[in-house]
């Protein structure tokens, strides 16, 4: 099958991302989102072009060419018309499913699903379609367009036909795809929200402030991002929410810290509120302190 238009159903960091990524590869995307952040995610994907066009990565028509590819919708009847389906909203089952039924009796009956579950599981979500064996796990990470790999995943009834599709679209991405077991949590979500829990749980026992924990654990290890600024970037309420269904799951290994909790309750969400772990800039960058700057 000729994929050449997708829908991105979730217009979150995760969705543009996506969109992003697939757009400056040649897609066309149809973004979906509920409400009017659609909009602002089209700003934000400009911004986010605008800040690889400063550093020379793209030119001005590169990124107007990639722009032209995204188009954003309300209307979820626009899907009669797409030739793959990537599902991006919050990891909330009943969300997710609702979802995927609309989207399952609007679609052409030979269109594949992608579900990007950090913590739901691929059969679960596919019981309530009746495409069940065209449903795969692909787990792209954010920042999207950046990270090289993805994680998937098949259902029970997934079928190879599917796994193939999926495995060519994201390597028409540029992700080198690893096939795991089905598992709630995936291997990155799992390693990500432990090593984020631990230095929360150093920052609130005081063993050091926010910055020297997030250098310390960034340089020891060649990261380029740090625990606490990958926490402010996904959204502090997504990572909570990702500890707790873990913690139902496997859990108090992946009992929440309290100062996270905190945060959440504070509305320090992170980049999208301006204040998680750290302050941001309108540019989305982290802000320096005056002390920083001099």
């Known amino acids: 099958m000729d994929i050449r238009k997708i829908a991105v159903l979730g217009a979150g960091r995760l969705g543009r991302g996506i969109a992003e990524n697939a757009a400056s590869k040649g897609y066309d995307v149809l973004l979906f989102s509920q409400g009017a952040g659609g909009q602002d995610a089209l700003k934000r994907i400009e911004k986010s072009l605008d800040r690889k066009l400063a550093k020379w990565a793209i030119t001005e028509s590169e990124k107007k060419m990639i722009l032209s590819r995204i188009s954003h919708t309300l209307d979820l009847k626009e899907l009669s018309k797409v030739d793959l389906v990537v599902e991006a909203t919050i990891d909330h089952f009943y969300t997710k499913q609702e979802l995927l039924r609309t989207a399952d009796h609007l679609c052409r009956p030979d269109v594949v699903f992608i579900a990007t579950s950090s913590t739901l599981q691929v059969s679960d979500l596919a019981r309530g379609i009746t495409r069940n064996e065209l449903l795969v796990g692909l787990h792209f990470i954010p920042p999207v367009p950046e990270v090289p790999v993805a994680e998937l995943v098949r259902g029970f009834s997934t079928s190879e036909r599917a796994v193939e599709i999926a495995k060519k679209f994201a390597a028409q991405m540029g992700k080198e795809i690893i096939e795991i077991n089905e598992s709630p949590g995936l291997v990155n979500p799992r390693a990500l929200i432990s090593l984020i829990?631990?230095?929360a749980y150093m920052l609130d026992e005081g063993i050091g402030d926010a910055a020297?924990?997030?250098?310390?654990?960034?340089?020891?290890?060649?990261?380029?991002?740090?625990?606490?600024?990958?926490?402010?970037?996904?959204?502090?309420d997504l990572i909570l929410n990702w500890m707790e269904q873990m913690q139902e799951e496997f859990g108090d290994r992946y009992a929440p810290c309290p100062l996270i909790r905190r945060y959440v309750r504070q509305k320090r969400l992170g980049v999208k509120t301006r204040l998680g772990f750290f302050p941001y800039t309108a540019e989305d960058t982290i802000a320096l302190s005056q002390e920083q700057e001099d």
Request: glycine residues 10%.
């Open 197 to 199: 829990n631990e230095a």
């Open 212 to 236: 020297a924990i997030e250098t310390i654990i960034k340089e020891s290890w060649g990261m380029t991002q740090g625990p606490f600024e990958m926490a402010d970037r996904l959204g502090l």
